[in-house]
């Protein structure tokens, strides 16, 4: 098994923590949402950004590795149902409970007895997929001040969500994501690969292909990685089977990547 | 792993290099066929400017050519295409009362006659180019004789001819028109019609200037 074979899988998109990089828009987004949850003041927090600009990652990154705040509870999809939640929740102050052994609004008052000021975060990932009385339930737990907030959902939904008239009345904070410029695409390659013992790959990489990507993945980060990945496994492949032609970095194997990953519509 | 098999993958690739290829052939044919199309019309223009300065001629030789040919006889016919022309315009100046006094208010400021010359001694050959673009636009009694005095300057008599006449078409009240016309059919060796055309001009206006210059003829 060649290098790039090896290096491919530092590239793979899951949350696995010791591939924090430190982008200007992570670590803005990372410092808003540590104050913002440190206050206790803000009921509800939306963490917009496209799919892919490391929503995810942020709220996973806070719940283990940040310990100056508290998060009761992160739910990585809202597939819940009403009181399904309100155990859950309920179940985090210590107790056992049997589903259905009370109804909401019991469960409501218990949650408040064992939590209130805000002092908890509750985390809710992929929260646009949340449905209309979810939505209200969680603005009445935050209203009541048992919980804060964080739904972390796709820009354009967050965006719909709060124009609506029972979040403009309230206050919320909106924290944004953006996608990386293509210097920090060049610098979170090479750390990567850098921190890995895997310099000479990481020299193959110059400017033009470092724009390569950025251009194609518009700084999305998990396209970034898709990209970075597919195109190491053409390199391990053509290396290991003799493709000469395809066994280099350049413009021709990037291109390949592009559209095996569907970048690229041949079409 | 990849989402394509590796050969499959290098089709593809090999299918894309074809298109971007057949897209910057189509890209390259474009700018080629707008160069072409600039150039073209660049010709056209060309072909404009020299086509404006010589038809005055082929009217012009095409009198000549018959005055040449037909030793005595012909002058007279040759009169009677150019009053046609002068004829023509002499309709559409029925106002014979009042040109006595436009004209009159013309030549005691001798200054003026001396303007127009000097203006097309500044102008030059770039001038004339502005000044034909200008009368294709404007289609100006002003521009015209300009131009006709331009080439009277110049010595191009039969292109003098040609203005001269196509400014008395826009104004045929206008004496200088006729003076231009008489001094360069006289260069060109006519007198004579340069005397016809003044006198047929003096009938229906006064010019103190076309009158010195037919007596002078």
Redesign the interface.
């Known amino acids: 098994m060649n290098q790039f074979a090896e290096a491919k899988k530092l590239f793979y998109d899951d949350f696995d923590l010791s591939g924090y990089f430190d982008s200007l828009t992570f670590e803005y987004a990372k410092k808003q949402l540590i104050d913002v949850m440190k206050t206790h003041e803000v009921p509800l927090v939306f963490l917009l950004g496209s799919p892919g600009t490391g929503k995810s990652f942020l709220l996973n990154y806070i719940n283990q590795k940040v310990s100056s705040v508290k998060v009761a509870k992160y739910f990585t999809h809202p597939y819940f149902d009403e009181k399904e939640f309100l155990e859950t929740l309920l179940s985090l102050a210590g107790k056992n409970i049997e589903h259905n052994e009370y109804s909401t609004e019991q469960l409501i008052s218990r949650l408040q007895r064992a939590f209130g000021d805000l002092e908890y975060t509750v985390f809710i990932d992929e929260a646009q997929l949340l449905t209309e009385d979810q939505v209200e339930l969680i603005r009445i737990l935050s209203d009541q001040k048992i919980f804060q907030f964080v739904l972390a959902m796709h820009k354009q939904e967050g965006n719909y969500i709060l124009s609506k008239d029972h979040f403009k009345s309230r206050t919320t904070k909106k924290i944004e994501l953006e996608g990386l410029t293509d210097k920090e695409i060049g610098r979170y390659i090479e750390s990567r690969l850098l921190a890995n013992n895997f310099s000479d790959i990481a020299s193959m990489f110059k400017r033009s292909h470092v724009k390569f990507i950025k251009d194609y993945s518009n700084g999305n980060f998990r396209t970034t990685k898709k990209l970075v990945k597919t195109v190491l496994e053409i390199l391990n492949i053509a290396n290991r089977e003799g493709y000469k032609k395809y066994s280099k970095l350049n413009n021709t194997t990037l291109t390949m990547a592009a559209i095996d990953t569907g970048l690229i519509d041949v079409k | 792993?990849?989402?394509?098999n590796?050969s499959k993958?290098?089709k593809?690739?090999e299918?894309?290099q074809k298109?971007q290829r057949m897209k910057m052939l189509v890209k390259l044919l474009g700018i080629l066929l707008l160069l072409a199309a600039a150039y073209l019309i660049y010709l056209q223009r060309q072909t404009a400017q020299n086509t404006q300065a010589p038809t005055p001629q082929t009217n012009t030789t095409a009198v000549s050519k018959t005055d040449d040919t037909t030793i005595k006889p012909q002058p007279e016919q040759k009169e009677e295409q150019t009053q046609v022309t002068f004829q023509k315009t002499k309709v559409a100046t029925p106002k014979e009362e009042n040109m006595p006094s436009q004209l009159q208010k013309r030549t005691p400021s001798e200054n003026k006659k001396e303007e127009a010359p000097m203006q097309l001694q500044m102008t030059q050959r770039e001038g004339l180019y502005k000044m034909l673009v200008d009368y294709k636009d404007n289609k100006s009694y002003v521009t015209a004789i300009k131009i006709a005095q331009f080439y009277l300057l110049q010595k191009e008599y039969e292109k003098a001819v040609k203005w001269a006449v196509e400014a008395s078409k826009k104004d045929p009240s206008q004496a200088q028109s006729w003076i231009i016309y008489a001094k360069a059919k006289k260069a060109l060796g006519k007198p004579e019609v340069a005397k016809r055309a003044l006198s047929i001009y003096l009938k229906h206006n006064h010019s103190k200037e076309a009158k010195a210059l037919l007596d002078s003829l």
């Not at chain 2, 792993?1 to 394509?4: D, K, P, S, T």
Request: charged share 15%.
């Open positions: 792993m990849l989402n394509n590796f993958l290098i593809l690739y299918k894309y298109k």
